[in-house]
């Protein structure tokens, strides 16, 4: 099964910009559809963005126009870029994999049966 670790988490001031990266061990263009989720403290987690088969994304209404998902297929990574940060970003950001094939995968956690550890991310006002 598809391990999975993330990477580039960090604090960072409300506008600012963070990439996060996620290193699968094997390869997932044609097998996996993945996604970013995020969980706040107290809060359950939640669909931020996924990308499927022919690079078909989906985001969330709360990041639309200030995240970027997309993966480097050659690196087995899936990276999320983003920009315009706000305080309400901060969570725990984890890298996720579902096996099959999907056009704009959903954003429901119950799609996906594989899971990094996370990394954290802190936006301060």
């Known amino acids: 099964q598809v391990q999975l670790v993330e990477s580039g988490g960090g604090s960072v001031q409300a506008g600012g910009s963070l990439r996060l990266s996620c290193a699968a061990s094997e390869y997932t263009d044609s097998n996996y559809f993945m996604g970013w989720f995020r969980q706040a403290p107290g809060k359950e987690r939640e669909g931020v963005a996924t990308i499927g088969r022919g690079e078909s994304t989906r985001y969330a209404d709360s990041v639309k126009g200030r995240f970027t998902i997309s993966r480097d297929n050659a690196k087995n990574t899936l990276y999320l870029q983003m920009n315009s940060l706000k305080p309400e970003d901060t969570a725990m950001y984890y890298c996720?994999?579902?096996?099959?094939?999907?056009?704009?995968?959903?954003?429901?956690?119950?799609?996906?049966?594989?899971w990094g550890q996370g990394t954290q991310v802190t936006v301060s006002s």
């Open positions: 996720a994999a579902g096996k099959g094939v999907w056009w704009y995968p959903p954003l429901g956690r119950e799609y996906f049966g594989y």
